[in-house]
């Protein structure tokens, strides 16, 4: 039997989070990391650009590989082109949107936080996510791409900026009452969770769907045997390197792969 190949779709590193949670509930399979950053980020780009830029990423992808299931592993993408794609595609898509149902049943306060992009801010997915599960409680939002971008340097190997991240956060580390639980609504932010919970005194709650995913990606491949060849995962991403600072970006890039258990990270020509 063939081994089941998944895609995990994101602008950046950002999807890494997912991967790993989704990797862990199932191992047996052969994964393909693909990430945009040739547009990165995406939290800042139009809606008819984005659509159109990842129906034809992808479609293209899917022609030259043989992928079972895709994860959109990127909540800026997935409050928006979910519906698209399934249109498109014959085989299951599963998107990430903000946990915000887990995270309004697990505050005991009755504020939470809403950490993501500026674009995932203003969907009106989101507001109806807020609107159907977090009725009742308070619901505090922050957009942030600096913050998107402090995960890809932190991911490329480059010092932590404590102090920027310290910036982000202040408009509620500055409140009496301050959520006691957040949405980390951006799959770059898992990235940064040790430092996230350190600017709150470690007294916050974090959420975020990696979890949810990696179910429903088991639920829809099932139970899967180790095959003959695993640990062949390959990522790759959509902008050509041509400076040496994006060279050593680049090489930085490999090693952390590397570390993910990704066997290569190569450019993709659309
Ligand atoms: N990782 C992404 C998300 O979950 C996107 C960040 C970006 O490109 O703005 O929204």
Same mark, same amino acid.
């Given at each position: ?19 790993q ?13 693909? #990430? ?17 830029? $990842?129906?034809e990423?992808?479609?293209? #992808?899917?022609? !030259?590989?043989? %992928? ?22 014959? $085989? ?21 936080? +809403?950490?993501? @992009?500026?674009? @995932? ?23 942030? !791409? ?51 919970a ?7 709650? +974090? ?5 949810? %995913? ?12 180790r ?15 041509v400076?040496l ?26």
């Open positions: 039997m063939l081994i089941k190949q998944v895609l995990i779709f994101d602008s950046g590193v950002g999807g890494l989070s997912v991967f949670d989704v990797q862990q509930q199932n191992p047996y399979i052969n994964y393909f990391y693909l #990430f945009d950053n040739a547009y990165f980020p995406y939290g800042e780009l139009e809606d008819d650009f984005l659509i159109t830029r $990842i129906t990423l992808l479609l293209s #992808f899917l022609a !030259t590989h043989r %992928i079972d299931l895709i994860v959109i592993a990127c909540n800026s993408a997935s409050t928006l082109v979910l519906q698209v794609l399934r249109e498109h595609l014959s $085989i299951p898509v599963v998107g990430v949107v903000p946990a915000i149902k887990p995270a309004a049943q697990l505050s005991k306060n009755g504020v939470i936080g +809403l950490l993501a @992009t500026p674009a @995932t801010i203003k969907r009106n997915y989101t507001t109806f996510l807020i609107n159907k599960f977090a009725a009742n409680i308070e619901v505090l939002k922050i957009g942030s !791409t600096e913050l998107v971008k402090l995960a890809e340097e932190k991911m490329a190997g480059l010092p932590f900026d404590q102090k920027c991240l310290q910036k982000i956060l202040a408009p509620w580390l500055l409140l009496q009452k301050r959520p006691d639980t957040l949405v980390l609504g951006c799959t770059h932010f898992p990235l940064l969770k040790n430092e996230i350190n600017c709150f005194k470690n007294k916050v709650q +974090l959420v975020d769907s990696g979890k949810a %995913i990696a179910n429903r990606v088991h639920q829809l491949l099932g139970e899967q045997r095959g003959e060849v695993s640990n062949q995962h390959r990522a790759y991403y959509t902008k050509p390197v400076t600072c994006e060279t050593q970006k680049s090489v930085a890039l490999q090693r952390c792969f590397l570390t993910y258990g990704f066997i290569s990270l190569d450019y993709y020509r659309v």
